[in-house]
């Protein structure tokens, strides 16, 4: 339990983080229409509905969102027993939302624009609705390079198909180049989370991000396929070299755009192969299920701690 | 009905046009595992699946793909009255995937990354059935430049955001550039489709393919903006007179992959607003609701015609 000087050490350090834009245009906007999750500030009390939030988990699959509710909620005690997790974005079926006292959990389908699109309405959703030390975590999948399959890697640093920390964009027809930087503490905070859970081999290490699943990172297996094994082999190589522990479609843009707004940000993919070994994904779907739920339960427990030294 | 000879004519074209991978590696495949369908040759007989399909539709979302097999069932006679159409792809919620006698739907998602990984899976899974005489259609929705709201526009080319007919991806570290042709003819005859249905306005004209909905459409209204009203008119204005008519987010991937892989391709897409009049869509749903089902209309008219004539 918190002292009481604690607790309002917490609340100032709270009011200090209200969730920030860097667009002045959202604060004039008489309603602000969430197109893609089927929600608006005039048919919709944001601030009620999510002002409680502190903890914002995204991941690609609707379902494994859902599921990630069930489980924080049953795990934290945070809802009834046997209580439902009804979908808030049931208007639309571009994302999944699911929320569980402090615990806010969203789909962002595959991809850099998918998750872009998300999280700029995630985004004017937590300001809104007003909220306040929010910490931002991706739960997802990845390829792995040197790891057994089914480890769990927290992302140092967000990297290019180069091996560069950036996240470049297009804006006005022009390239605008955006870092990718994490928060440290908050990997170390997961870190120590893994440690002490010890149910799986978690490491912290560089993830790439793509923007193909099949060319993009060296893929035999494509519909379209222009180079070698070997010369496959040699990028892998170069990537681990660099630090890159595993690849996924994602993290670049959710780094920048949460350091951008100055939300604390973190990403934990388990990783389903070794590329080093293959490209195809061909573990029995019980081993699949069981790997995915790995980010869930590091960051459940993460949760978990943080509430109760809240 | 068809003659005998134009039927023979029909067959030849059609073994001449088999669905063609760029990547000698699949042939050699003792399995391969199509991973974000569910779906996989050692488990599925894709062949007696899949091998009749001559018209595959593609969209953005799963709720529109499924409403859109109902459609083109029901309007041309493909099935029973009131038959269902599963999700084929019901292993998995990355896409969904439904099918009437020759027709496939399915559901991309949002952005390129997520078209380009279901087109990977898709042209593998013609292959593997040993599909001929394909042609691929994307039905999707858009935002206009200059057009009034409900208009549909068949793109004559895929631009980027500087413009170009480029598709540019990194490829074991290197930028590749692809061009985003499409097939005229086949604009010509969905262009005369919409004349005989004379249901809306639908125009021919170049289709702006970005990687993100707000910053990267020149959007006043996402969590961030570093731009004026006047920098954003200014950019709508050179794109309409580099001929863009609409913007959206999949056709450039679209349309080199199925150029690579020598599929007949169109896209087609409704515009939800005018661009040049605001960014956010503020139609009440059901307007919203008949604009999504014009190119489903005009493509269903389409398919009418082609199964009529072959």
């Given at each position: 339990m918190a002292s009481a000087g604690n607790q309002t050490k917490e609340l100032e350090k709270d009011k200090a983080s209200f969730v920030q834009?860097?667009?002045?245009?959202?604060?004039?906007?008489?309603?602000?229409?969430?197109?893609?999750?089927?929600?608006?500030?005039?048919?919709?009390?944001?601030p009620a509905?999510f002002g409680d939030v502190k903890f914002v988990?995204?991941?690609?699959?609707?379902?494994?969102?859902?599921?990630?509710?069930?489980?924080?909620?049953?795990?934290?005690?945070l809802?009834?027993?046997?209580?439902?997790?009804?979908?808030?974005?049931?208007?639309?079926?571009?994302?999944?939302?699911?929320?569980?006292g402090p615990v806010l959990?969203?789909?962002?389908?595959?991809?850099?624009?998918?998750?872009?699109?998300?999280?700029?309405?995630?985004?004017?959703?937590l300001y809104h609705a007003r909220c306040s030390g929010v910490t931002v975590?991706?739960?997802?999948?990845?390829?792995?390079?040197?790891?057994?399959?089914?480890?769990?890697?927290?992302?140092?640093?967000?990297?290019?198909?180069?091996?560069?920390?950036?996240?470049?964009?297009?804006?006005?027809?022009?390239?605008?180049?955006?870092?990718?930087?994490?928060d440290?503490q908050l990997?170390?905070e997961?870190?120590?989370?893994?440690?002490?859970?010890?149910?799986?081999?978690?490491?912290?290490?560089?993830?790439?991000?793509?923007?193909?699943?099949?060319?993009?990172?060296?893929?035999?297996?494509?519909?379209?396929?222009?180079?070698?094994?070997?010369?496959?082999?040699?990028?892998?190589?170069?990537?681990?070299?660099?630090?890159?522990?595993?690849?996924?479609?994602?993290?670049?843009?959710?780094?920048?755009?949460?350091?951008?707004?100055g939300l604390r940000?973190?990403?934990?993919?388990?990783?389903?192969?070794?590329?080093?070994?293959?490209?195809?994904?061909?573990?029995?779907?019980?081993?699949?299920?069981?790997?995915?739920?790995?980010?869930?339960?590091?960051?459940?427990?993460?949760i978990r701690k943080c509430l109760a030294g809240a």
């Amino acid at each position: 339990m918190a002292s009481a000087g604690n607790q309002t050490k917490e609340l100032e350090k709270d009011k200090a983080s209200f969730v920030q834009l860097c667009n002045p245009n959202i604060a004039t906007l008489k309603e602000d229409v969430l197109y893609h999750f089927g929600l608006s500030t005039s048919t919709h009390d944001l601030p009620a509905m999510f002002g409680d939030v502190k903890f914002v988990c995204v991941g690609g699959s609707p379902s494994r969102m859902k599921a990630f509710i069930k489980y924080v909620s049953s795990e934290l005690g945070l809802g009834r027993p046997g209580e439902d997790h009804p979908n808030i974005c049931a208007g639309t079926d571009r994302y999944a939302m699911f929320k569980a006292g402090p615990v806010l959990s969203v789909s962002h389908g595959m991809g850099v624009p998918s998750i872009a699109i998300m999280l700029h309405e995630l985004f004017k959703l937590l300001y809104h609705a007003r909220c306040s030390g929010v910490t931002v975590i991706r739960i997802g999948t990845s390829g792995g390079i040197g790891l057994e399959p089914g480890s769990v890697v927290i992302t140092r640093q967000s990297v290019d198909a180069r091996f560069k920390p950036e996240f470049e964009q297009v804006v006005l027809g022009k390239r605008v180049v955006r870092r990718t930087d994490l928060d440290e503490q908050l990997v170390r905070e997961l870190s120590e989370c893994a440690e002490g859970l010890r149910e799986f081999t978690t490491v912290v290490g560089n993830t790439m991000c793509t923007l193909d699943f099949y060319e993009g990172q060296g893929r035999l297996d494509g519909a379209l396929c222009c180079y070698t094994e070997a010369e496959k082999q040699a990028y892998l190589q170069a990537a681990h070299t660099a630090g890159v522990r595993n690849i996924e479609m994602e993290s670049s843009v959710f780094a920048a755009m949460c350091s951008a707004c100055g939300l604390r940000a973190a990403v934990v993919c388990v990783t389903l192969l070794d590329r080093l070994e293959g490209d195809q994904i061909r573990s029995p779907h019980e081993v699949l299920a069981e790997y995915q739920q790995r980010p869930q339960r590091l960051v459940g427990h993460f949760i978990r701690k943080c509430l109760a030294g809240a």
